[in-house]
């Protein structure tokens, strides 16, 4: 039988909750009712059959909280029905209790939300890599290396190979933790490049900063030839936009290297990824996605302390999309995983400042970062290092002190 997958859902404005409300389709009366109980916990749940939901409905109104369910699942005039779970943390852990001797498979439900919620209370300490274990006590900062000549952010100013080494070098010196270093531009419209061109950008970079860094190297790829490469010459972090979908051998490289990893949520890839930005349910299909990244991890044998998850700031969503991901990036707190967002100078800063140049989103950068922190982040991949450490700082200490 498979898995119920019950993810957090994070509605912090009553339009959100409305909304969410309206997905599962409980009927307007409903909805008026139950909008003020879902500042409590809530956790969704996808297509059960109506005598699960009947349960769940009748166990949680008697522990004091309340299950939306569809009109007509009461009757079992409906085949099958979303669910949100609206409960405090403790009436949540009683009903897994009392799903443990239920049927329908109620009881596997019980593990998966047992899991859910010792996870949710759960910030991860550490990102392990092959050399060194990253606390994530504070913000990691990733810095953003180009050796592209398209790249959307810098044109091309560290295509040269002297260049690149300079800036990561000023990079380092400005604060961050990790420098990602791309061969292949994955703007929005970008051309595919050969392996053989994406390894002869980026390695003799690496070969040389490699040997002068003494921070952590990521190398930005989706192909396992480019990764095993550049993990043989110094690279330690693979972030894959892909979340390992694009090559299949990716996860087995990743795992005979001890590589840490960014699984990433994308639709489609750079060159046709905008053509198709409209979600029914937005972050419902990125923690599916994400999910299926981690299996494909762990099946290879990528241990869970190597991985990180980015929800794909900019890539297959629009502003909209973009703005949503932010304001609910604690849903993806229920994996118990880093969280890595990259919402640098990206063009949804430009289009909501009226910004076209690149170099005038550092403000709205700013915001989009300190946010980032606010619901969850502890790594953020930017171009501008200095400012940016300075406003991860700044925003963890509001958070955490």
């Given at each position: 039988m498979a898995g119920f997958a019950p993810r957090l859902l994070s509605v912090p404005t009553p339009e959100l909750a409305v909304?969410?409300?309206?997905?599962?389709?409980?009927?307007?009366?409903?909805?008026?009712?139950?909008?003020?109980?879902?500042?409590?916990?809530?956790?969704?749940?996808?297509?059960l059959e109506c005598r699960q939901a009947n349960i769940l409905k009748q166990e949680m109104l008697s522990l004091g909280g309340d299950a939306a369910v569809a009109r007509g699942t009461v009757a079992c005039s409906v085949d099958r029905t979303d669910c949100v779970?609206?409960?405090?943390?403790?009436?949540?852990?009683?009903?897994?209790?009392?799903?443990?001797?239920?049927?329908?498979?109620l009881a596997m439900l019980a593990g998966e939300l047992e899991s859910l919620l010792t996870r949710f209370?759960?910030?991860?300490?550490?990102?392990?890599?092959?050399?060194?274990?990253?606390s994530l006590q504070r913000p990691l900062i990733m810095g953003i290396l180009n050796v592209t000549p398209d790249s959307f952010s810098d044109g091309g100013r560290c295509f040269d190979p002297s260049q690149a080494i300079d800036r990561a070098l000023q990079m380092e010196a400005e604060?961050?933790?990790?420098?990602?270093?791309?061969?292949?531009?994955?703007?929005?419209?970008?051309?595919?490049?050969?392996?053989?061109?994406?390894?002869?950008?980026?390695?003799?970079?690496?070969?040389?900063?490699?040997?002068?860094?003494?921070?952590?190297?990521?190398?930005?790829?989706?192909k396992s030839v480019v990764a095993e490469q550049a993990l043989a010459v110094g690279a330690e972090i693979i972030n894959d936009i892909s979340g390992f979908d694009f090559d299949p051998e990716m996860a087995g490289v990743a795992a005979a290297n001890g590589a840490g990893v960014?699984?990433?949520?994308?639709r489609g890839r750079p060159d046709t990824m905008q053509q198709d930005t409209v979600y029914d349910d937005l972050m419902g299909e990125i923690s599916s996605s994400?999910?299926?990244?981690?299996?494909?991890?762990?099946?290879?044998?990528?241990?869970?302390?190597?991985?990180?998850?980015?929800p794909g700031i900019?890539?297959?969503?629009?502003?909209?999309?973009?703005?949503?991901?932010?304001?609910?990036?604690?849903?993806?707190?229920?994996?118990?995983?880093?969280?890595?967002?990259?919402?640098?100078?990206?063009?949804?800063?430009?289009?909501?400042?009226?910004?076209?140049?690149?170099?005038?989103?550092?403000?709205?950068?700013?915001?989009?970062?300190?946010?980032?922190?606010?619901?969850?982040?502890?790594?953020?991949?930017?171009h501008d290092v200095r400012a940016m450490r300075d406003v991860a700082d700044m925003a963890h200490a509001i958070v955490h002190s």
């Open positions: 909304r969410e409300l309206q997905r599962v389709a409980v009927d307007g009366y409903g909805i008026a009712e139950m909008v003020p109980k879902m500042r409590t916990l809530c956790i969704g749940l996808h297509q779970l609206i409960g405090t943390a403790k009436q949540l852990t009683r009903l897994c209790q009392k799903l443990a001797v239920q049927p329908f498979g209370g759960r910030v991860p300490s550490s990102w392990k890599t092959p050399r060194r274990s990253l604060g961050a933790d990790i420098i990602d270093i791309g061969g292949e531009s994955t703007r929005p419209g970008a051309d595919p490049v050969s392996a053989t061109d994406e390894l002869a950008r980026i390695i003799p970079v690496l070969e040389r900063l490699s040997a002068v860094l003494k921070c952590a190297i990521s190398v930005d790829t989706w960014v699984l990433m949520h994308t994400l999910r299926a990244s981690i299996e494909r991890a762990r099946q290879a044998g990528v241990s869970d302390d190597c991985i990180a998850l980015d900019g890539f297959g969503k629009d502003a909209a999309g973009n703005l949503e991901l932010l304001r609910r990036l604690s849903e993806l707190s229920c994996f118990g995983l880093p969280i890595l967002t990259g919402p640098s100078r990206k063009g949804f800063i430009g289009k909501i400042l009226n910004r076209p140049q690149m170099d005038d989103r550092i403000y709205g950068t700013a915001a989009t970062v300190a946010l980032s922190i606010a619901n969850g982040a502890s790594i953020l991949r930017v």
